[in-house]
Protein backbone atom coordinates (compact mmCIF):
# COMPACT_ATOMS: atom_id res chain seq x y z
CA UNK A 1 0.00 0.00 0.00
CA UNK A 2 1.24 3.48 -1.20
CA UNK A 3 1.53 5.85 2.11
CA UNK A 4 2.82 9.54 1.91
CA UNK A 5 4.22 11.51 4.93
CA UNK A 6 4.82 14.72 6.01
CA UNK A 7 6.44 15.43 9.10
CA UNK A 8 5.96 19.24 9.32
CA UNK A 9 2.09 20.47 10.12
CA UNK A 10 3.42 24.09 10.03
CA UNK A 11 6.37 25.91 9.04
CA UNK A 12 7.58 29.15 8.52
CA UNK A 13 10.07 30.97 6.74
CA UNK A 14 11.37 34.68 6.13
CA UNK A 15 10.17 36.61 3.12
CA UNK A 16 12.92 36.42 0.32
CA UNK A 17 14.45 33.19 1.79
CA UNK A 18 14.27 29.94 0.71
CA UNK A 19 12.49 26.73 1.90
CA UNK A 20 12.32 23.40 2.32
CA UNK A 21 8.95 21.13 2.34
CA UNK A 22 9.51 17.51 3.79
CA UNK A 23 7.80 14.61 2.07
CA UNK A 24 8.77 10.94 2.45
CA UNK A 25 6.69 7.94 1.04
CA UNK A 26 6.37 4.14 0.76
CA UNK A 27 5.56 2.05 -2.24
CA UNK A 28 6.56 -1.35 -3.47
CA UNK A 29 5.72 -0.43 -7.23
CA UNK A 30 8.75 0.53 -9.40
CA UNK A 31 6.84 3.34 -11.75
CA UNK A 32 5.32 6.02 -9.98
CA UNK A 33 4.79 9.83 -10.13
CA UNK A 34 5.40 11.86 -7.21
CA UNK A 35 3.34 15.69 -7.54
CA UNK A 36 3.03 18.76 -4.91
CA UNK A 37 0.28 21.11 -4.64
CA UNK A 38 -0.27 24.14 -2.84
CA UNK A 39 -3.85 25.10 -1.77
CA UNK A 40 -4.36 28.58 -0.36
CA UNK A 41 -6.77 29.96 2.03
CA UNK A 42 -9.19 30.28 -0.53
CA UNK A 43 -9.19 26.32 -0.79
CA UNK A 44 -8.67 25.47 -4.23
CA UNK A 45 -5.92 22.91 -4.87
CA UNK A 46 -3.52 23.86 -7.43
CA UNK A 47 -0.52 21.85 -9.04
CA UNK A 48 3.30 23.11 -8.88
CA UNK A 49 5.36 20.14 -9.82
CA UNK A 50 5.75 16.58 -11.13
CA UNK A 51 8.45 14.14 -11.02
CA UNK A 52 8.70 10.95 -12.65
CA UNK A 53 10.02 7.81 -10.45
CA UNK A 54 12.45 7.02 -13.71
CA UNK A 55 13.78 11.13 -14.47
CA UNK A 56 17.27 11.15 -13.32
CA UNK A 57 17.20 14.89 -13.03
CA UNK A 58 15.27 16.57 -10.24
CA UNK A 59 12.28 18.85 -11.81
CA UNK A 60 12.23 22.40 -11.61
CA UNK A 61 9.11 24.72 -12.12
CA UNK A 62 10.17 28.30 -12.09
CA UNK A 63 10.81 28.81 -7.70
CA UNK A 64 10.07 25.14 -7.29
CA UNK A 65 12.33 22.53 -7.26
CA UNK A 66 11.90 18.97 -6.49
CA UNK A 67 14.55 17.24 -4.64
CA UNK A 68 14.28 13.79 -5.40
CA UNK A 69 16.50 10.87 -3.40
CA UNK A 70 14.80 7.65 -4.64
CA UNK A 71 16.41 5.49 -2.51
CA UNK A 72 15.53 7.45 0.27
CA UNK A 73 11.96 7.48 -0.99
CA UNK A 74 12.03 11.29 -0.33
CA UNK A 75 11.06 14.05 -2.68
CA UNK A 76 11.04 17.39 -0.84
CA UNK A 77 10.14 20.57 -2.42
CA UNK A 78 12.03 23.50 -2.44
CA UNK A 79 11.00 26.76 -2.98
CA UNK A 80 13.10 29.47 -3.26
CA UNK A 81 12.63 33.17 -2.58
CA UNK A 82 9.55 32.81 -0.77
CA UNK A 83 6.82 35.40 -0.94
CA UNK A 84 4.05 36.60 0.97
CA UNK A 85 1.57 34.85 -1.64
CA UNK A 86 3.59 31.27 -0.93
CA UNK A 87 1.66 31.41 2.43
CA UNK A 88 -0.51 27.94 2.04
CA UNK A 89 -1.30 24.60 2.53
CA UNK A 90 1.07 22.46 0.60
CA UNK A 91 0.04 18.07 0.02
CA UNK A 92 2.92 16.14 -0.97
CA UNK A 93 0.96 13.09 -3.35
CA UNK A 94 1.99 9.77 -5.25
CA UNK A 95 0.18 7.75 -7.72
CA UNK A 96 0.78 4.84 -9.27
CA UNK A 97 1.33 4.58 -12.92
CA UNK A 98 -0.13 1.10 -13.22
CA UNK A 99 -3.47 3.05 -12.04
CA UNK A 100 -3.46 7.27 -13.04
CA UNK A 101 -6.94 7.44 -11.13
CA UNK A 102 -5.47 7.39 -7.96
CA UNK A 103 -4.01 9.76 -6.09
CA UNK A 104 -3.09 9.16 -2.11
CA UNK A 105 -2.12 12.58 -0.47
CA UNK A 106 0.09 13.53 2.64
CA UNK A 107 -1.49 15.30 5.50
CA UNK A 108 -0.05 18.85 4.33
CA UNK A 109 2.06 21.23 5.61
CA UNK A 110 1.00 24.83 6.52
CA UNK A 111 3.69 27.31 5.33
CA UNK A 112 3.37 31.03 6.89
CA UNK A 113 5.63 33.33 4.84
CA UNK A 114 6.66 36.37 7.69
CA UNK A 115 7.66 39.87 5.60
CA UNK B 1 -12.86 27.21 -20.24
CA UNK B 2 -14.61 26.76 -16.86
CA UNK B 3 -12.29 23.54 -15.79
CA UNK B 4 -13.99 21.69 -13.23
CA UNK B 5 -17.35 23.08 -11.84
CA UNK B 6 -18.48 21.56 -8.71
CA UNK B 7 -22.03 23.00 -7.02
CA UNK B 8 -22.95 24.17 -4.71
CA UNK B 9 -20.08 25.26 -3.55
CA UNK B 10 -21.11 25.11 0.60
CA UNK B 11 -24.52 22.75 2.24
CA UNK B 12 -25.92 22.00 5.32
CA UNK B 13 -27.49 18.76 5.90
CA UNK B 14 -29.51 17.23 8.41
CA UNK B 15 -28.58 13.59 9.86
CA UNK B 16 -30.97 11.25 7.64
CA UNK B 17 -31.17 13.88 4.75
CA UNK B 18 -29.50 12.48 0.73
CA UNK B 19 -28.34 15.03 -1.79
CA UNK B 20 -25.92 14.97 -5.10
CA UNK B 21 -22.93 17.01 -4.85
CA UNK B 22 -22.45 17.39 -8.77
CA UNK B 23 -18.89 17.47 -10.89
CA UNK B 24 -18.88 18.34 -14.50
CA UNK B 25 -15.51 18.77 -16.54
CA UNK B 26 -15.18 20.40 -20.02
CA UNK B 27 -11.79 19.38 -20.72
CA UNK B 28 -12.92 15.54 -22.33
CA UNK B 29 -10.54 14.15 -19.17
CA UNK B 30 -11.30 10.35 -19.06
CA UNK B 31 -10.64 10.11 -15.64
CA UNK B 32 -12.29 11.61 -12.86
CA UNK B 33 -12.39 11.20 -8.55
CA UNK B 34 -13.97 12.18 -5.91
CA UNK B 35 -12.09 13.21 -2.42
CA UNK B 36 -12.84 14.23 1.03
CA UNK B 37 -10.56 16.49 2.20
CA UNK B 38 -10.34 16.25 6.56
CA UNK B 39 -8.81 18.11 8.88
CA UNK B 40 -4.89 17.18 9.62
CA UNK B 41 -5.63 13.70 6.82
CA UNK B 42 -4.91 14.90 3.67
CA UNK B 43 -7.56 14.00 0.55
CA UNK B 44 -8.79 10.74 1.02
CA UNK B 45 -9.96 8.82 -2.34
CA UNK B 46 -13.94 8.49 -2.50
CA UNK B 47 -14.75 7.11 -5.75
CA UNK B 48 -13.53 7.32 -9.19
CA UNK B 49 -14.11 6.22 -12.86
CA UNK B 50 -11.89 5.65 -15.59
CA UNK B 51 -14.59 6.27 -18.31
CA UNK B 52 -18.21 6.61 -18.82
CA UNK B 53 -20.28 3.78 -17.46
CA UNK B 54 -17.12 2.72 -15.23
CA UNK B 55 -16.43 3.24 -12.44
CA UNK B 56 -15.03 2.39 -8.88
CA UNK B 57 -14.22 2.60 -5.07
CA UNK B 58 -11.50 3.70 -3.55
CA UNK B 59 -10.13 4.25 0.12
CA UNK B 60 -12.98 5.45 1.99
CA UNK B 61 -16.46 4.90 -0.55
CA UNK B 62 -19.30 4.21 2.59
CA UNK B 63 -22.17 6.19 2.34
CA UNK B 64 -21.38 7.37 -1.22
CA UNK B 65 -22.73 6.55 -4.38
CA UNK B 66 -21.65 7.52 -8.05
CA UNK B 67 -22.31 7.07 -11.38
CA UNK B 68 -20.53 7.84 -14.40
CA UNK B 69 -23.19 8.27 -17.51
CA UNK B 70 -21.06 11.23 -19.61
CA UNK B 71 -17.64 11.78 -19.85
CA UNK B 72 -18.21 15.31 -18.37
CA UNK B 73 -20.15 14.80 -15.44
CA UNK B 74 -19.43 12.49 -12.01
CA UNK B 75 -21.76 13.30 -9.40
CA UNK B 76 -21.64 12.35 -6.10
CA UNK B 77 -24.64 10.73 -4.05
CA UNK B 78 -24.97 10.88 -0.09
CA UNK B 79 -27.50 8.31 0.64
CA UNK B 80 -28.12 8.86 4.33
CA UNK B 81 -26.19 12.29 6.09
CA UNK B 82 -23.91 11.46 8.60
CA UNK B 83 -22.16 13.60 11.21
CA UNK B 84 -19.04 11.79 10.44
CA UNK B 85 -19.40 13.44 6.30
CA UNK B 86 -19.07 16.36 7.31
CA UNK B 87 -16.11 17.96 4.88
CA UNK B 88 -14.54 19.45 1.87
CA UNK B 89 -15.40 17.63 -0.90
CA UNK B 90 -13.41 17.95 -4.36
CA UNK B 91 -13.84 16.53 -7.61
CA UNK B 92 -11.06 16.25 -9.73
CA UNK B 93 -9.70 15.32 -13.38
CA UNK B 94 -7.26 14.17 -15.37
CA UNK B 95 -6.32 12.38 -18.78
CA UNK B 96 -5.63 9.11 -19.09
CA UNK B 97 -3.29 9.65 -21.96
CA UNK B 98 0.34 8.64 -20.61
CA UNK B 99 2.34 11.74 -22.22
CA UNK B 100 -0.39 13.96 -20.79
CA UNK B 101 -0.34 12.59 -17.64
CA UNK B 102 2.98 15.01 -15.92
CA UNK B 103 0.24 17.55 -14.78
CA UNK B 104 -1.84 15.28 -12.52
CA UNK B 105 -5.40 16.09 -11.64
CA UNK B 106 -7.33 19.26 -12.45
CA UNK B 107 -9.53 20.06 -9.10
CA UNK B 108 -12.56 21.76 -8.64
CA UNK B 109 -13.27 24.10 -6.05
CA UNK B 110 -14.67 22.05 -3.38
CA UNK B 111 -17.94 21.82 -1.84
CA UNK B 112 -17.94 22.25 2.19
CA UNK B 113 -20.40 20.23 3.37
CA UNK B 114 -21.70 20.54 7.12
CA UNK B 115 -24.30 17.32 8.38
CA UNK B 116 -26.21 18.40 11.50
Known amino acids: AQKITQTQPGMFVQEKEAVTLDCTYDTSDQSYGLFWYKQPSSGEMIFLIYQGSYDEQNATEGRYSLNFQKARKSANLVISASQLGDSAMYFC????????????FGSGTKLNVKP | NAGVTQTPKFQVLKTGQSMTLQCAQD?????MSWYRQDPGMGLRLIHY???????DQGEVPNGYNVSRSTTEDFPLRLLSAAPSQTSVYFCASSYSVRGQINYGYTFGSGTRLTVV
Open chain 2, 49 to 55: SVGAGIT
Open chain 2, 27 to 31: MNHEY
Open chain 1, 93 to 104: AMRDDANFNKFY
